[in-house]
């Protein structure tokens, strides 16, 4: 199964056009307020609200990856476990998963509607008021925005590497019983990611050095002003709602 994995899709809308740093501020708040009252009406309309976002942002609905079976056998494991507990045990765990799966969630919308190519000019900008610690700011942008770009590319070698160690033959029973295939497919994932950063390296060099991956321009305008706002009301009429309720 393929699946859009911080990857942009391609579209036309609000969210798209947005600053790359209002939406890393946008999920901050988001994730303070969660932080702060993590209820399940809380959860809920918050859920609500990324869905509302990703119909503006004219996602369609194969973007949202399919969690593995594995996945909802470890969260039902976890259930099992609390329950010996009590309830109140079970309930906490399982605001905790939708929790998580909800920040998961926003920060995949950044990269579905972000081009890569911002995220890392997008953080030097936010980070500029640590340069007067002497920090290197531009190093960890750089750093990040690598690893968000490289990090498709490693997905997708370990299917390839999957899909032809499966084709390979298996004659004798002693290779079978010494066959490990994760250790195999790390071994030569590790291989193949060290090639990749030796020739991204040598492209990062030859076009002038990381220091043009955040010489970009990058600044919010009047509509990531009122985007901020509009989320920031959203948040403070979740709250009270809730403390309503």
Known sequence: ????????????????????GTKMIAVLVLSVVLM?????????LMTVFLLAIGAVAKLPLNTVPRLPLAFWALVGAGVLVNLTVGLAAVMTFLQLTVFG?????ASLL??????????????????????RLRLPVDEWAVVVALMLRSLPLLLEEIRLLRAARKLRP???????????????????????????????GEAITARGGTG??????????????????????VCAGTLLLDSLI
Request: charged share 15%.
């Open 1 to 20: 199964m393929s699946m859009v994995l911080f990857r942009q899709v391609p579209a036309t809308s609000p969210v798209h056009g947005l600053w790359a």
């Open 170 to 200: 298996k004659e004798r029973l002693l290779e079978r019983a010494a066959d490990a295939a994760l250790i195999d497919i790390l071994t030569a994932a590790m291989a193949v990611a060290t090639r990749r950063a030796s020739e991204l």
């Open 110 to 131: 950044i990269a579905w509607t972000t081009p890569m190519g911002e995220i890392a000019p997008a953080l030097a900008t936010l980070g500029a008021p640590l340069r």
């Open 212 to 233: 043009q991956l955040t010489a970009r321009p990058s600044a919010p305008t009047r509509r990531d002003g009122v985007a901020l706002a509009l989320v920031v009301a």
């Open 36 to 44: 702060y009252r993590p209820t399940w009406p809380m959860l809920g």
């Open 101 to 105: 799966l909800i920040l998961v969630a």
